[in-house]
C-alpha cells in the first residue's frame, strides 16, 4: 500500500496522559499536513511541515499540541495532558510539491485514513 | 467565522436522480475549489476541483459549477448511486501565512444518502 498511513487507527488515552499520532506520508512525498475533525465539524487545519522543518503552525493550538517531522521516520503529532476536548479525528496529508499542480486530476494532497483519539 | 459554509448537513435522494451539494464561501481571493467524498472510517478522497478562473469543470457523472457573483459553488451528481452515499466536503485552497504553500479550508460536510 503505498498511501499515506496513519497509526493507530484507534487511540484511547485517560485524561492526562499522552497521545502521540503518526504519519507516513507517501513514497516520495516530503510535505505533510495535519488536519483534525472535531464531531459534526469539517477538517481543520493545524500544522504543515516539511522534513526537520516547521512551515506553517498556525492551526495549532497553543499548548499541549506539536508536530514533528524527522529526516528519518513517520511524522508525529504529540498531544500532551490529553483532555477530553482533544477527542477527534486526525488526519494526515501528503504532497509531492506545494500543491501547486492542481488541475482536475491532480490536487497535490493525499489523505490517510485518520487516527481516532477519544480521552476518556 | 467559517469562510466556507455548507448549510445543509445531509441530504437523502432516490437513486437515478440527480444530487445537489452547495457550499457558500466568503474568500474570493481563492485559487481553486475542491470536492472531497468521505466514507466512515476513512480519509476524505479527492473527487474534482474547480479553478477560480472557471464557472464550470465536469468529470463524469460529478459535474461543478462555480458562481462568483454569488460566491456560491455547487456539486452535481448525475444519476446518484447508493455508492455515492458518504460525507461530501467542499474545500477552499488559500495560501498559508508564510505564503509558502497552501492549506484546504473544508465546509462542514453534508452527509448524501442515495436511496436504493
Known amino acids: 500500500n503505498a498511501g499515506v498511513m496513519q497509526n493507530p487507527r484507534h487511540l484511547v488515552r485517560r485524561r492526562g496522559q499522552e497521545a502521540r499520532l503518526r504519519c507516513s506520508p507517501m513514497?516520495?512525498?516530503?510535505?505533510v499536513y495535519w488536519y483534525r475533525q472535531l464531531p459534526e465539524e469539517g477538517l481543520k487545519f493545524m500544522v504543515y511541515l516539511q522534513k526537520e522543518n516547521i512551515i506553517d503552525e498556525s492551526g495549532m493550538p497553543k499548548e499541549r499540541f506539536s508536530a514533528e517531522f524527522p529526516k528519518e521516520g513517520p511524522s508525529i503529532l504529540r498531544i500532551q495532558q490529553v483532555v477530553r476536548g482533544d477527542s477527534a479525528a486526525y488526519f494526515c496529508?501528503?504532497?509531492?510539491?506545494?500543491?501547486?499542480?492542481?488541475?482536475?486530476?491532480?490536487?497535490?494532497?493525499?489523505f490517510g485514513s485518520g487516527t481516532r483519539l477519544t480521552v476518556v | 467565522d467559517q469562510q466556507v459554509k455548507q448549510n445543509s448537513p445531509s441530504l437523502s435522494v432516490q437513486e437515478g436522480r440527480i444530487s445537489i451539494l452547495n457550499c457558500d464561501y466568503t474568500n474570493s481571493m481563492f485559487d481553486y475549489f475542491l470536492w472531497y467524498k468521505k466514507y466512515p472510517a476513512e480519509g476524505p478522497t479527492f473527487l474534482i476541483s474547480?479553478?477560480?478562473?472557471?464557472d464550470k469543470n465536469e468529470d463524469g457523472r460529478f459535474t461543478v459549477f462555480l458562481n462568483k457573483s454569488a460566491k456560491h459553488l455547487s456539486l452535481h451528481i448525475v444519476p446518484s448511486q447508493p455508492g455515492d452515499s458518504a460525507v461530501y466536503f467542499c474545500a477552499e485552497i488559500v495560501l498559508l501565512s508564510s505564503g509558502s504553500a497552501r492549506q484546504l479550508t473544508f465546509g462542514s460536510g453534508t452527509q448524501l444518502t442515495v436511496l436504493p
Open positions: 474547480i479553478s477560480s478562473i472557471k
Open positions: 513514497k516520495g512525498h516530503s510535505h
Open positions: 496529508a501528503s504532497s509531492l510539491t506545494l500543491g501547486d499542480r492542481i488541475d482536475g486530476t491532480n490536487h497535490g494532497y493525499t
